[in-house]
């Protein structure tokens, strides 16, 4: 039995670029949903959800150890920052495209879980 | 025809005179995707909580384009009003402030390009402007200091 969940509710991510390439590392609210997102959270998962920008290539790389993901998608920012025509050349709000996505996860997943710790800050140390 | 009636011509002219009306200065932030409208407000209480300390006179107004932007007023009372609650948009945050103090307007700039980095989660889309001001005024010249002439600046 599965559900579909906003992965916003599982997840932390942030984005940035490197020329026409984005990546976007997904870090799990908590390491128990990092199994069952290393089941569901494909390469092909992220394709779909960015289509419309036809990335070339997704790659997926697992950090086992910070219950993350990297992914790195190919030719997806219009050129990227100096070649783009878009107000988000970097895709720095791209991670929050990722975490609007519906993801099916085991019904009762998140029946456990506490109120989501608060992603407001960016990554910047304290 | 009779009885037509009028007065003399005015004593004085109207003139408008244009001045430096100091430096507007823009910046403007993306937010989109879940937790939007949280992320905008907190990017509009950093900011005008840093330029409070950083430059206390100068006065700084927010809009969030797709909440309250173009309707909203200087004190930002109906954003305020509209911006509680968690939920999603892809939305601009928009700074503006007026000032003759260069370095003030300079400030704002950097602060807003700042939250790229020491901001809410997924800021994007920076841009930031600054732009000479001319203020006008109306008054009256005596007519008798006046030469009319004209002065072509470009010719076609």
Do not use: W
Not at chain 1, 21 to 46: G, H, K, Q, Y
Not at chain 1, 62 to 77: G, I, S, T, W, Y
Not at chain 2, 20 to 39: M, Q, T, V, W
Not at chain 2, 49 to 72: E, N, Q, T, W, Y
């Amino acid at each position: 039995m599965t559900c579909a969940v906003s992965l916003y509710e599982l997840a932390h991510a942030r984005s940035g670029d490197k020329g026409n390439r984005l990546n976007i590392a997904v870090v799990c609210r908590e390491p128990r949903f990092f199994e069952p997102l290393r089941e569901r959270l494909t390469e092909a998962f992220v394709a779909r959800v960015f289509r419309e920008r036809r990335p070339t290539a997704v790659k997926r790389y697992e950090l086992p150890k910070l219950h993350a993901f990297n992914f790195v998608l190919d030719d997806v920012l219009d050129g990227g920052v100096n070649g783009s025509l878009g107000l988000d050349g970097h895709g720095k709000t791209l991670s929050f495209l990722l975490l609007s996505a519906e993801i099916e996860m085991p019904a009762g997943l998140l029946s456990l879980t506490e109120e989501p710790a608060s992603e407001l800050m960016s990554g910047g140390s304290r | 025809m009779t009885g037509a009636s009028g007065r003399a011509r005015p004593e004085t002219l109207k003139a408008t005179v244009c001045f430096d009306g100091g430096l507007l200065a823009e910046a403007e932030i993306s937010y989109a995707g879940p937790n939007a409208k949280s992320r905008a407000a907190l990017a509009i209480e950093t900011v005008t909580k840093r330029l409070a300390f950083l430059h206390p006179s100068l006065h700084v107004r927010a809009d969030v384009i797709g909440i309250v932007s173009v309707f909203g007023d200087m004190s930002g009372s109906l954003l305020s009003a509209e911006i509680p609650g968690v939920r999603d948009g892809d939305l601009r945050v928009r700074f503006a402030a007026e000032t003759a103090d260069r370095a003030a307007a300079e400030c704002l700039l950097d602060e807003v390009e700042a939250l790229y980095c020491a901001g809410p989660a997924g800021g994007g889309g920076v841009r930031k402007r600054l732009t000479p001001r001319l203020r006008s005024a109306s008054c009256l010249v005596d007519r008798k200091r006046v030469t009319p002439q004209i002065s072509l600046l470009e010719t076609a």
